[in-house]
């Protein structure tokens, strides 16, 4: 599968963007989905993550009840909705799938999309 995320970009804190992943190839809704985030001089962490079948979903501490992820199996499509964006929240996005179970380590995915940049001013 090869997917595309979409729509970062320049915000003020307090405000929100949605990101998009599209993905191409077949089987989307055999993947569990997931976005991760690599701000300036860190490591890669993750964000949220949506498994296949019933959809449940999975948010790191730092974004939960700001941050949402859903997804479209008709539109191959993963998205991230982000309210009440922090400075903090600077990073480039990058969403993952995985074939098969959910999880929050990065080393379970093998495929990756090429990043989205998500700016946010104080």
């Known amino acids: 599968v090869q997917l595309q995320a979409s729509g970062g970009g320049l915000v003020q804190a307090g405000g929100s963007l949605r990101l998009s992943c599209a993905a191409s190839?077949?089987?989307?809704?055999?993947?569990?989905m997931a976005w991760f985030r690599q701000a300036p001089g860190k490591g890669r962490e993750f964000v949220a993550a949506?498994?296949?079948?019933?959809?449940?979903?999975y948010y790191a501490d730092s974004v939960k009840g700001r941050f949402t992820i859903s997804r479209d199996n008709a539109k191959n499509t993963v998205y991230l909705q982000m309210n009440s964006l922090k400075p903090e929240d600077t990073a480039v996005y990058y969403c993952a799938a995985n074939y098969g179970t959910y999880s929050s380590s990065q080393n379970t995915y093998g495929y990756w999309g090429q990043g989205t940049q998500v700016t946010v001013s104080s």
């Open positions: 190839g077949r089987a989307f809704s055999s993947y569990a």
């Open positions: 949506i498994t296949r079948g019933d959809g449940n979903t």
